[in-house]
């Protein structure tokens, strides 16, 4: 016997290392999956954190004494009176009766508080109730945005507070005694943009995107089918053919932005359309969720066996006839779920909606589809470039009312796979 | 009528010809003693009566709606007299909608000059004729040729034949649309660059190293209103695409190869879709989440370090960006991974390799191919990225390899030259598109190159 270990030796020593290697690979693994999954929760608790406060809204509540005296009116009906009659001394008056310590002093201080929108809701609660004047109504205001992101922003460092110490002891007073709470905030879905963090809403961005969405599709999902089939079912295989095919699946990896390009070239230079409008978000969109559509749909459309195909061609069917009354139906279900993920892709996407304009700042929410507007991604990338902070959480929160959409659209699409699915 | 408005009209009118036809062709029929004596069934001579009198409606209406918008623009500026017609395009828009403005009443008539007044006027009355011709030019063309087509319907017709031949001509121009749609992205940057370079010299553009659009360097510059050259952008685009490749190619590769080789069905049902999320959320939300969380960490981190960082790095941009990119290298080694043969596996492990010795000596140099064909593909869509860019990487044009430093991207700069006021001759604009096309030359050859690499290699086990 020499000293040399035996064979066996050898192989058992190896075997360890060799394990461990193996056990370390499995684990870097488990850590990429790790790395990936936990940049997901990280994103997510992330947006949620900065978001949730966007869906609370601050609120005021005060006797208001509407004394037609203080506020030079002394006929409600009138809207000439109307539009020249104080509101904000009324307002100013009830909230100094709230907090004791305030004096005549301290008006500019108190006004501080309130919203300055809060007039123009007075104004119209005393149009559309005109007996109410003269009357103490108990009313309920939006608080100024300063109160609004101390109240929700009190601890945070990331905030800064513009509320002055005096202000600071008469808000946490008020809200002791409940007189200043929050709620829901129903601003924020039933109103369009604003440059006062405390009255922007989102439903003028919901509207546009629905608006948009709507364009896009009604015309890629014909047009995607449209394409399928012919491709699938009636192409020659010639040149033109292969040509398509290869424009198809360049087009899908084509770079977002230069649709955007396109758009802005064809459809507003070329053909003087209007600028940032739902039309041609909507066709701008169209081109470029084709190629998604188109594939999917053709994926689709191949999965229907040759079976049911030859079966309708023996008793006489011709080819259109076994397209379009056997072939579709079955592939419908495919065709479907595949474009409601082509429009998943096409309610987020940003870029090309800035180069055609629909970046500007638009209040109205849109009433068709030629009105100025604004989608909700664009309004995320703009809330998310203020530099006031409250901006910041309703950005957040528009996130998540974005995600809403398209978690649902893409479980809709896994529901009706699962649903639809046939097997031959 | 509106366009739109016109639009259902036109349908309305096609199902009426389709009634209409289809009561022809059984009117016709009865005499002969039922449909059995007619070629094709009532439904195809309806059909063809609806595609009769909708088509060529359709295409007018397309038509006129496409070119009535410049047409008008163009006799409402050649009506201005002759001192206010706009000698340049920005000047040109500019007035436009000024003339617009009036013509809605957003501008008080006060404000311009009585020309203005009067091209608005004439705007407003041009419109008007514009859509009344389009409603009666449309209308028109629909009632005739439905009234032709019906006319037409005779027993011995092969309405059927005609219908599907129709049909698949409108499948055809539907396919070919997608060709349409490169010319016309080719065409749109072709035209702006060739412009742009009348401007730019070549040279410049190619190889110079200062990229300042706003500013005039110097008096006798010859564009006059800056710097172009493309370097520092590409450079700052391609820091950010590898840093975002660093990302991802590890975490995707290692977790598509737990996935599919160690992973029992339970996981991978689970971490996959999740894996997938990842892709599904929206580049706005990342541009969001790299901004205001990951680049404020990192600039923190680094001057707790000592290490000077700017507020806004290539590296927080290129994370994220690596994070959304994630998924797409991870289902594509996927793929790749499980199109291996499993007899390569077996033969391996029949050997006694160990499973990772079986994925990193056999089943990877098998994949490579593929795989380098999926990280091209990353790569090009890195490259394309907008959004996460415009809102993270910062505007100024820095030639550095420092991830902790600011740069900007060839999108960025697309973005800010394109959104907000902009003239469509000054050399700004036109280096926007000028930098489309190089963008769209680069994704395409990565992706013509990636696609080759895949098909190729596929092709193998087949």
Redesign the interface.
């Given at each position: 016997m020499t000293d040399q270990p035996s064979q066996a030796e050898l192989v058992r020593q190896s075997l360890k290392r060799r394990y461990r290697k193996e056990r370390r690979f499995r684990a870097y693994g488990i850590l990429a999956i790790a790395i990936a999954l936990s940049a997901l929760v990280i994103l997510f608790t992330d947006i949620i954190g900065k978001g949730y406060t966007g869906f609370l809204k601050t609120t005021i509540t005060m006797d208001v004494h509407l004394d037609g005296e203080m506020m030079y009116l002394d006929d409600p009906t009138d809207a000439r009176q109307l539009k020249m009659a104080d509101f904000v001394e009324p307002l100013v008056q009830a909230a100094i009766k709230e907090i004791p310590e305030a004096t005549e002093d301290d008006r500019d201080a108190v006004r501080g508080l309130i919203n300055p929108y809060a007039s123009v809701a007075l104004r119209d609660a005393l149009k559309a109730n005109p007996d109410w004047l003269g009357s103490t109504r108990s009313m309920t205001f939006l608080s100024h945005t300063d109160v609004d992101v101390y109240v929700k922003h009190a601890g945070d460092g990331g905030y800064s507070i513009k509320l002055d110490e005096q202000q600071k002891a008469w808000v946490d007073q008020l809200q002791e005694r409940g007189a200043i709470d929050t709620s829901f905030n129903d601003v924020f879905f039933s109103g369009g943009d604003s440059r006062d963090p405390s009255k922007a809403g989102i439903l003028g961005a919901i509207v546009g995107s629905l608006l948009t969405m709507f364009i896009t599709l009604i015309l890629s999902f014909p047009i995607g089918v449209a394409a399928a089939i012919y491709l699938e079912e009636f192409a020659p295989q010639n040149k033109l053919t292969d040509f398509i095919e290869v424009n198809i699946n360049n087009l899908a990896a084509v770079p977002s932005i230069i649709f955007g390009l396109l758009g802005l070239a064809v459809f507003i230079n070329l053909f003087g359309m209007p600028r940032s409008v739902p039309v041609v978000g909507g066709l701008v969109l169209t081109l470029m969720t084709l190629p998604t559509i188109i594939i999917s749909s053709r994926a689709a459309i191949k999965s229907v066996p040759p079976s049911i195909r030859e079966a309708a061609e023996g008793i006489g069917a011709s080819k259109m006839q076994v397209v379009l009354h056997h072939v579709l139906p079955l592939a419908m279900p495919g065709m479907l779920t595949g474009s409601i993920i082509g429009m998943a892709q096409a309610l987020g996407e940003t870029a090309p909606l800035l180069l055609i304009g629909m970046v500007a700042f638009i209040v109205d929410v849109p009433g068709g589809l030629f009105d100025s507007a604004t989608v909700l991604p664009v309004q995320v990338f703009l809330w998310a470039g203020s530099p006031e902070l409250a901006f910041i959480e309703r950005a957040s929160a528009a996130i998540m009312v974005l995600l809403a959409f398209l978690i649902s659209m893409n479980a809709l699409a896994i529901w009706m796979r699962k649903r639809l699915e046939r097997r031959w | 009528m509106?366009p739109?408005n016109l639009f259902l009209f036109t349908i309305v009118l096609a199902i009426v010809a389709y009634f209409l036809g289809y009561a022809r062709s059984r009117s016709l029929a009865m005499p002969l003693g039922g449909i059995r004596h007619l070629k094709s069934l009532p439904f195809y001579y309806g059909a063809r009566a609806a595609l009769w009198c909708g088509i060529p409606a359709l295409i007018v209406l397309g038509l006129w709606a496409?070119?009535?918008?410049?047409v008008?623009?163009l006799l409402v500026v050649g009506s201005l007299p002759p001192e206010m017609v706009p000698s340049g395009s920005g000047e040109a828009s500019l007035l436009l909608s000024k003339i617009s403005n009036v013509a809605s009443g957003a501008l008080p008539v006060g404000f311009v000059e009585a020309p203005i007044v009067e091209a608005a006027e004439r705007l407003t009355a041009l419109r008007a004729e514009s859509r009344f011709f389009m409603s009666a030019l449309v209308i028109a063309v629909a009632v005739l040729a439905g009234f032709l087509g019906w006319l037409r319907i005779r027993p011995r017709l092969n309405a059927?034949?005609q219908v599907?031949s129709i049909?698949?001509w409108?499948?055809?121009s539907?396919?070919?649309?997608?060709?349409l749609?490169?010319i016309?992205?080719i065409?749109?940057?072709a035209?702006?660059t060739i412009r742009f370079f009348g401007k730019v010299p070549f040279t410049e553009f190619f190889f110079g190293t200062q990229w300042s659009p706003q500013t005039a360097l110097r008096a006798d510059q010859v564009a006059a209103e800056g710097a172009f050259g493309m370097i520092p952008l590409f450079t700052g685009t391609l820091l950010i695409s590898a840093i975002a490749m660093v990302v991802a190619v590890?975490?995707?590769?290692?977790?598509a190869?737990?996935?599919s080789e160690?992973a029992n069905r339970k996981v991978r049902g689970v971490?996959k879709p999740?894996?997938e999320?990842?892709a599904?959320?929206?580049?706005?939300?990342?541009?969001?989440?790299a901004?205001?969380?990951v680049a404020p960490f990192i600039s923190d981190l680094a001057a707790s370090l000592g290490i000077e960082a700017s507020s806004q790095t290539a590296l927080a941009a290129g994370g994220v960006m690596g994070?959304m990119i994630?998924?797409f290298v991870?289902s594509l080694s996927d793929d790749v991974i499980n199109a291996v043969p499993q007899t390569l596996r077996d033969g391996s492990l029949a050997l006694g390799a160990?499973?990772?010795?079986t994925?990193?000596k056999v089943i990877f140099p098998a994949a490579l191919p593929g795989i380098m064909g999926g990280v091209l593909?990353a790569v090009?869509?890195a490259?394309?990225?907008?959004?996460i860019v415009?809102?993270a990487a910062g505007l100024a044009a820095n030639l550095t390899a420092n991830p902790l430093e600011t740069v900007t991207t060839v999108?960025v700069q697309?973005?800010t030259l394109?959104?907000g006021d902009q003239e469509?001759d000054s050399a700004k604009t036109l280096a926007?598109?000028a930098l489309?096309a190089m963008?769209?030359l680069a994704?395409?050859l990565l992706?013509?190159i990636a696609?080759k690499i895949v098909r190729k290699y596929r092709e193998q086990y087949d």
């Amino acid at each position: 016997m020499t000293d040399q270990p035996s064979q066996a030796e050898l192989v058992r020593q190896s075997l360890k290392r060799r394990y461990r290697k193996e056990r370390r690979f499995r684990a870097y693994g488990i850590l990429a999956i790790a790395i990936a999954l936990s940049a997901l929760v990280i994103l997510f608790t992330d947006i949620i954190g900065k978001g949730y406060t966007g869906f609370l809204k601050t609120t005021i509540t005060m006797d208001v004494h509407l004394d037609g005296e203080m506020m030079y009116l002394d006929d409600p009906t009138d809207a000439r009176q109307l539009k020249m009659a104080d509101f904000v001394e009324p307002l100013v008056q009830a909230a100094i009766k709230e907090i004791p310590e305030a004096t005549e002093d301290d008006r500019d201080a108190v006004r501080g508080l309130i919203n300055p929108y809060a007039s123009v809701a007075l104004r119209d609660a005393l149009k559309a109730n005109p007996d109410w004047l003269g009357s103490t109504r108990s009313m309920t205001f939006l608080s100024h945005t300063d109160v609004d992101v101390y109240v929700k922003h009190a601890g945070d460092g990331g905030y800064s507070i513009k509320l002055d110490e005096q202000q600071k002891a008469w808000v946490d007073q008020l809200q002791e005694r409940g007189a200043i709470d929050t709620s829901f905030n129903d601003v924020f879905f039933s109103g369009g943009d604003s440059r006062d963090p405390s009255k922007a809403g989102i439903l003028g961005a919901i509207v546009g995107s629905l608006l948009t969405m709507f364009i896009t599709l009604i015309l890629s999902f014909p047009i995607g089918v449209a394409a399928a089939i012919y491709l699938e079912e009636f192409a020659p295989q010639n040149k033109l053919t292969d040509f398509i095919e290869v424009n198809i699946n360049n087009l899908a990896a084509v770079p977002s932005i230069i649709f955007g390009l396109l758009g802005l070239a064809v459809f507003i230079n070329l053909f003087g359309m209007p600028r940032s409008v739902p039309v041609v978000g909507g066709l701008v969109l169209t081109l470029m969720t084709l190629p998604t559509i188109i594939i999917s749909s053709r994926a689709a459309i191949k999965s229907v066996p040759p079976s049911i195909r030859e079966a309708a061609e023996g008793i006489g069917a011709s080819k259109m006839q076994v397209v379009l009354h056997h072939v579709l139906p079955l592939a419908m279900p495919g065709m479907l779920t595949g474009s409601i993920i082509g429009m998943a892709q096409a309610l987020g996407e940003t870029a090309p909606l800035l180069l055609i304009g629909m970046v500007a700042f638009i209040v109205d929410v849109p009433g068709g589809l030629f009105d100025s507007a604004t989608v909700l991604p664009v309004q995320v990338f703009l809330w998310a470039g203020s530099p006031e902070l409250a901006f910041i959480e309703r950005a957040s929160a528009a996130i998540m009312v974005l995600l809403a959409f398209l978690i649902s659209m893409n479980a809709l699409a896994i529901w009706m796979r699962k649903r639809l699915e046939r097997r031959w | 009528m509106q366009p739109a408005n016109l639009f259902l009209f036109t349908i309305v009118l096609a199902i009426v010809a389709y009634f209409l036809g289809y009561a022809r062709s059984r009117s016709l029929a009865m005499p002969l003693g039922g449909i059995r004596h007619l070629k094709s069934l009532p439904f195809y001579y309806g059909a063809r009566a609806a595609l009769w009198c909708g088509i060529p409606a359709l295409i007018v209406l397309g038509l006129w709606a496409a070119f009535q918008g410049k047409v008008i623009q163009l006799l409402v500026v050649g009506s201005l007299p002759p001192e206010m017609v706009p000698s340049g395009s920005g000047e040109a828009s500019l007035l436009l909608s000024k003339i617009s403005n009036v013509a809605s009443g957003a501008l008080p008539v006060g404000f311009v000059e009585a020309p203005i007044v009067e091209a608005a006027e004439r705007l407003t009355a041009l419109r008007a004729e514009s859509r009344f011709f389009m409603s009666a030019l449309v209308i028109a063309v629909a009632v005739l040729a439905g009234f032709l087509g019906w006319l037409r319907i005779r027993p011995r017709l092969n309405a059927r034949t005609q219908v599907e031949s129709i049909l698949k001509w409108l499948f055809f121009s539907c396919a070919a649309l997608a060709i349409l749609t490169t010319i016309g992205i080719i065409f749109s940057v072709a035209f702006e660059t060739i412009r742009f370079f009348g401007k730019v010299p070549f040279t410049e553009f190619f190889f110079g190293t200062q990229w300042s659009p706003q500013t005039a360097l110097r008096a006798d510059q010859v564009a006059a209103e800056g710097a172009f050259g493309m370097i520092p952008l590409f450079t700052g685009t391609l820091l950010i695409s590898a840093i975002a490749m660093v990302v991802a190619v590890p975490v995707g590769l290692l977790s598509a190869i737990y996935l599919s080789e160690y992973a029992n069905r339970k996981v991978r049902g689970v971490v996959k879709p999740l894996l997938e999320m990842l892709a599904g959320i929206p580049t706005v939300v990342y541009g969001f989440f790299a901004a205001l969380t990951v680049a404020p960490f990192i600039s923190d981190l680094a001057a707790s370090l000592g290490i000077e960082a700017s507020s806004q790095t290539a590296l927080a941009a290129g994370g994220v960006m690596g994070v959304m990119i994630i998924p797409f290298v991870s289902s594509l080694s996927d793929d790749v991974i499980n199109a291996v043969p499993q007899t390569l596996r077996d033969g391996s492990l029949a050997l006694g390799a160990t499973q990772s010795e079986t994925m990193k000596k056999v089943i990877f140099p098998a994949a490579l191919p593929g795989i380098m064909g999926g990280v091209l593909l990353a790569v090009s869509r890195a490259i394309g990225e907008t959004m996460i860019v415009v809102m993270a990487a910062g505007l100024a044009a820095n030639l550095t390899a420092n991830p902790l430093e600011t740069v900007t991207t060839v999108t960025v700069q697309i973005v800010t030259l394109l959104t907000g006021d902009q003239e469509f001759d000054s050399a700004k604009t036109l280096a926007a598109f000028a930098l489309g096309a190089m963008l769209f030359l680069a994704t395409l050859l990565l992706n013509v190159i990636a696609l080759k690499i895949v098909r190729k290699y596929r092709e193998q086990y087949d």
